[in-house]
């Protein structure tokens, strides 16, 4: 090995070095990676500076083969050749094969038996691509291939026209709403209106396009998705924002929970980890009540995963586990990180993990001088970029961040390329501040670590709803939590969503989760300003005069079988026919009463139609109808008084510190 690096490449090999000493490589990583490329060369014959990302490539599919295991220090190859410049413009061996497809191949992975109706896919994707990106696209032929006309192909074998018959869409429409997953029952498709309306794009664009270009004229068809199958999109969307709302509702009274957690977890992982850097492998110590003992290496077969493979603290704690203390300690600090973050700031995941330090500014205010630090955040889902003013708490969370990577990198924060998921591309070397050292490198933290940095938070602070089911925390509830928290705290809707980088009003309104308690508030200040606008004359005090009269109405209220509802100041609309009224409310006292008149309209009709007055009948059968009525009803309301011995007053109260309600005093 050591002969083939002086003659295959000796100057390749010493820029290998180099490289691996500027990153910051172990001696054992840099030996394993150029091993890796000895290996190569000898395979290939050539020299290192001569390799291809093919040759490396085989090396991989060989070992895996024959091995079953990627051999050791390949990715450490890989990135240094990628460093020196061997493998220009490649992509890191695990994002090898993750890059973006063209339109072609997008549409090739569905295997499309007829090959014209292909090439209208492909055509239909290449024009399309101008106005999305690359997540969007894929989002797009999931639907209109794989969704639709697969699914016609593998039902409707031969199929070669977009023009459907009415039974094969009809089948098509009805296998859409269900997703069937091999040894699971069906279930419901949630996008199955986005699917329709995808499909229904695809013919509008076509008959469109028909007109200015000859190429879709054959394939111009009526669509088989009618206006009538898309009905219930309002309603589905008013379906997902009550969820949306019911999720912000169960997890904000009990964000600081979880953030009591994080900050718990990360002072005792802090603890720990110093009281074992204190000591001598082999020496034990005690923490928090138990006697730990410190540990050159896993004794009992445990997997070596730890985030700092050269400077891991390993230790065993009291009850014989073996733990790395080093990685418990980097996960309990970012989870605390990524939470904090997200929660004084409302962004998206991929916004969070595209900060970097270049992101902080400062403004300066005109007129009194003063200076604010900003974070700008780069465009995203929006493509619009946008600064939110730091807050302290925020400026503190971000400090920390930036002393850690400073001081684990000799005082400057390293820089590193970010992989995109969603757009398949690796972006510039930034000095990103959500970037761990994971084994022999340092990496920008994925979408995954993050959800589950989250998930293990919430696993450890117990959080559960009302019906004891374990809370699940989502990057996008702390934007939601955030928006919410922030229009509730008095911030006006539109500022909220300039921060939120939406472009309409409107669009904030999913965040937005209303308490009981913001709508009482709310209703009371419409009261405020309503009254402010009326004239003062109607908020004076009343006179005696008024006074009297007011009282004087309640008191002509006084009936025979009860009391009249009627508002204040209301003439009886019912010409006092107070049995058919509906606002009389009988009292409980006068039922016998209630059952005389009873007996004595069913007299009175009797005698009516002896004498042959059948308009009298008529009029006497009405009330007798309605004295039944009042009367069952009574013996309704009676009943349920007996049963639950209170009294429904009809007006439910909230009872403090519970969040329910009564009906019954």
């Known amino acids: 090995f050591r002969d083939a690096r002086k003659l295959l490449g000796a100057e390749a090999f010493a820029a290998v070095a180099q490289a691996g000493a500027a990153a910051g490589l172990s001696q054992d990583h840099q030996d394993a990676a150029e091993r890796c490329l000895v290996r190569v060369v000898l395979r290939t014959g050539r020299d290192l500076h001569d390799l291809t990302s093919a040759d490396l490539l085989d090396f991989r599919a060989w070992a895996l083969a024959c091995r079953g295991r990627l051999p050791t220090g390949l990715h450490a190859a890989w990135d240094l050749l990628r460093t020196t410049g061997i493998l220009p413009d490649a ?58 006309w697969a699914d016609l192909e593998r039902h409707h074998p031969g199929i070669d026209s977009l023009r459907l018959d009415a039974p094969v869409a009809e089948a098509w429409k009805q296998r859409i709403s269900f997703v069937t997953r091999p040894g699971k029952p069906p279930a419901e498709r949630k996008n199955r209106l986005g ?56 997890r904000l009274p009990r964000l600081p929970d979880l953030v009591a957690t994080a900050e718990t977890h990360l002072a005792r992982s802090q603890d720990l980890l110093a009281a074992a850097q204190a000591v001598a492998i082999g020496d034990a110590f005690d923490h928090d009540g138990g006697t730990w003992q410190r540990l050159g290496r896993f004794t009992n077969g445990a997997r070596r995963r730890q985030a700092h493979h050269d400077i891991a603290v390993l230790a065993t704690a009291p009850d014989g586990g073996q733990h790395d203390l080093t990685r418990q300690e980097d996960e309990a600090f970012w989870a605390w990180a990524v939470i904090e973050t997200l929660r004084h700031t409302g962004v998206r995941c991929e916004e969070l993990l595209e900060t970097t330090q270049l992101a902080l500014v400062s403004y300066q205010l005109a007129g009194t001088g003063e200076t604010v630090p900003l974070l700008q955040i780069v465009p995203s889902k929006s493509n619009e970029e946008r ?62 670590m993050v959800r589950d940095l989250i998930s293990d938070t919430v696993t450890r602070s117990g959080l ?88 004087q109405h309640f008191l002509t209220r006084k009936l025979e079988l009860g009391d009249c509802a009627r508002p204040y100041g209301t003439p009886c609309v019912h010409e006092h026919s107070c049995i058919r009224c509906p606002m009389l409310r009988v009292d409980p006292a006068q039922r016998t009463r209630l059952t005389a008149i009873i007996k004595n309209l069913a007299e009175r009709i009797s005698e009516a139609r002896a004498n042959g007055w059948l308009g009298e009948v008529n009029g006497l059968q009405v009330s007798l109808a309605k004295a039944r009525e009042k009367l069952a009803a009574l013996d309704r309301s009676q009943a349920r008084l007996r049963q639950s011995g209170s009294a429904h007053l009809g007006m439910p109260a909230v009872l403090p510190n519970t969040g329910q309600s009564s009906t019954n005093l």
């Open 91 to 148: 992509l890191p061996l695990r994002r090898v094969g993750q890059g973006q497809l063209t339109c072609a191949q997008i549409v090739d992975r569905y295997g499309i038996a007829c090959p014209p109706v292909r090439d209208v896919f492909v055509r239909y994707l290449e024009e399309r691509r101008l106005a999305l990106d690359y997540g969007s696209l894929r989002g797009l032929a999931v639907k209109l291939i794989g969704n639709f």
């Open 195 to 250: 699917v329709l309306m995808t499909v229904r794009a695809f013919y509008l664009d076509i008959t469109q396009w028909a007109l200015e270009d000859p190429f879709w004229i054959p394939w111009a068809a009526p669509s088989p998705v009618r206006p009538a199958d898309l009905a219930g999109l309002v309603k589905q969307k008013k379906s997902t924002q009550a969820r949306s709302h019911q999720r912000v509702r169960q």
């Open 387 to 448: 600064l939110l003013l730091v807050s302290p708490e925020l400026a503190s969370v971000l400090a920390t961040i930036i002393t850690r990577l400073r001081d684990s990198n000799h005082g400057v924060i390293p820089l590193v390329a970010r992989f995109d998921p969603i757009e398949r591309t690796l972006g510039p070397e930034l000095p990103h501040l959500f970037q761990r050292r994971l084994g022999w490198k340092r990496d920008v933290i994925t979408n995954k």
């Open 464 to 551: 559960t709803d009302q019906a004891g089911t374990p809370l699940e925390f989502q990057p996008h509830d702390f934007r939601r939590i955030f928006t919410t928290e922030a229009v509730a705290a008095g911030l006006p809707v539109h500022i909220a969503a300039r921060l939120l980088g939406h472009a309409s009003v409107t669009t904030i309104e999913p965040y937005l989760a209303v308490f009981q308690e913001d709508l009482i508030r709310s209703y009371r200040a419409f009261l405020d300003t309503r009254r402010a606008a009326r004239p003062a004359e109607e908020y004076r005090e009343p006179t005696n005069e008024e006074w009297h009269e007011f009282q």
